[in-house]
């Protein structure tokens, strides 16, 4: 099992810069990759960025060139660092882990982007 903690969310004016942070515990070893989901209001979840085992990232065409996904060292922390920010990255955001046959989630972070 895997448990997915978000940190780092909050309120932030457009244009602005946010760092989420992402601890995964217990059986680690088990994630092939892990990511950022996001989810508005009366909206779907949606992919925001992933990161595999070997570092490769992938970002939705909405944050190319503002967010950037990362790893810590010891591999258990995944960050999502957000720039020039926009009211519409309002939302609240997940971290995600792909297991071998499982997906785990955090219980979410909100992020506000005010105009």
């Known amino acids: 099992q895997v448990q997915l903690v978000e940190s780092g969310g909050g309120l932030v004016q457009a244009g602005g810069s946010l760092r989420l942070s992402c601890a995964a515990s217990?059986?680690?070893?088990?994630?092939?990759?892990m990511g950022w989901y996001r989810q508005a209001p009366g909206k779907q979840r949606d992919l925001v960025a992933t990161i595999s085992r070997g570092g490769s990232t992938n970002y939705a065409d909405a944050v190319k060139g503002r967010f950037t996904i990362s790893r810590g060292n010891t591999k258990n922390m995944v960050y999502l660092q957000m720039n020039s920010l926009k009211p519409e990255d309002t939302a609240v955001y997940y971290c995600?882990?792909?297991?071998?046959?499982?997906?785990?989630w955090g219980q979410g972070t909100q992020v506000t982007v005010s105009s």
């Open positions: 995600y882990g792909l297991g071998h046959g499982t997906d785990y």
């Open positions: 217990g059986s680690i070893f088990s994630i092939n990759a």
